[in-house]
């Protein structure tokens, strides 16, 4: 397994495949953590995440250049990263408690009740675009419910699953309670399969969303999902142009507009196109692109050449097929996997830019009538991920997120984004189930019935 600088194209380093043989040892000693782990108090194991967030804070420009030189993030943006990590650790140690405890429940019996009870090993599965921060938004809440976690990380990002376990190992979690696997994704059947294996959560995209829970399935196991998504931002006619276009640029190009959340599909009623297209194309040309350690640079390459190259055809089909491009569209020369902001117009009905989800720096501009084509244009994708409306009219705003549109988040006036206070996740091919919040620590416990007569 090789981690690539995105950069320069240069190995940084190779790792070693963990063997079958090696997985079942890291699975066992997970397992006897486990058992001890589970009957420790709410208060020990939210002494532990408080030193893990301290760690973080501590090594914040560290862990900041290696998600720079392993996937090509922005050092501010990996600093902020960072942050929001130590932010979910003390969110839980703080919270846990409450949000799991036992429910009294009025019925014919002396006493009845409902008990949280946690599940065992949960196998977290995570993508290479937020290195750290999925993997906390995962393993915080499933241990401080009790559970122990398995990472295995993208392969490109190795040295950052290495450096996270050691933040819990150095914060003083148990040996093996949360433990890192080396390998490859052919791999992953067999850790869903494995008895000590309890539930598994994905973060990736649909089709390997499928692929785990058609395997989690064969073998009853729980699994939470979060994956894909195309998110509209709908612009209506009495929107504030400033606020709206600075909000989209900034959404569209957060992390190389590499994030399942960040604005995709630009959907403007046609009396304010003309305009908002312009600002738009304007402010993303402004955006810095360059080496991600640089100062200034606010978009950096994108995490793979494949990625980039596969970025780079769906831009090429989709003016193909009738797109105008305003902006940006070609690789630019030298060796890092650099791609341009690039603003594509007129996207109808069947181009690639509409259906599929572009994940990379590439915008895709919608032109309707009116407010009811709009919210339909937005629901018109297999995905439900996120979604944002920009209107004056507050009122106007909440009924259409709340009553109108398809999707596990809705935002008015505001970019998409997930926030520990607030459950996160999709609906249709971006998943089901949910992180963070209240409902995300309960997806890995056993919801116990209690009854005593």
Known sequence: MQTIDPTTGKKIKSY???????????????????????????????????????????????????????MGKPFPQGQSEIGKCAFVCDYYAVNAEQFLSPQLVKTEASKSFISYEPLGIVLSVMPWNFPFWQVFRCAVPALMAGNAVVLKHASNVCGCALAIERVFKEAGFPPGLFSNVIVSNIKVKHLIGHPFVQAVSLTGSTGAGKSVASHAGSVLKK???????????????????????????????????????????????????????????????????????HEGVNLGPMARHDLRDQLHQQVRRSIKQGAKLLLGGAIPLGDGAFYPPTVLSNVCWGMTAYQEELFGPVAALIKVSDENQAIHTANDTVFGLGAAVFTRDIKKGERIATQEIQAGSCFVNEAVKSDPRLPFGGIKQSGYGRELAEPGLREFVNVKTVYIR
């Open 16 to 70: 070693p495949e963990h063997s079958l043989s090696k997985i079942d040892g890291i699975l066992n000693r997970a397992q006897k953590a486990f058992q001890s782990w589970r009957r420790l108090s709410y208060k020990e194991r939210g002494e532990m995440m408080i030193k893990a967030g301290l760690i973080l804070r501590n090594r914040e420009d560290e862990y900041a250049r290696l998600m720079a030189q392993e």
């Open 223 to 293: 699994v939470v999902l979060e994956l894909g998504g195309s998110d509209p931002y709908i612009i209506l006619e009495d929107a504030d142009l400033d606020h709206a276009v600075e909000t989209c640029v900034n959404s569209r190009l957060i992390n190389g507009g590499q994030s399942c959340i960040s604005a995709k599909r630009f959907i403007v009623v046609d009396r304010v196109y003309k305009e908002f297209e312009e600002r738009f194309t304007a402010k993303m040309q402004m955006q810095r692109m360059g080496p991600p350690l």
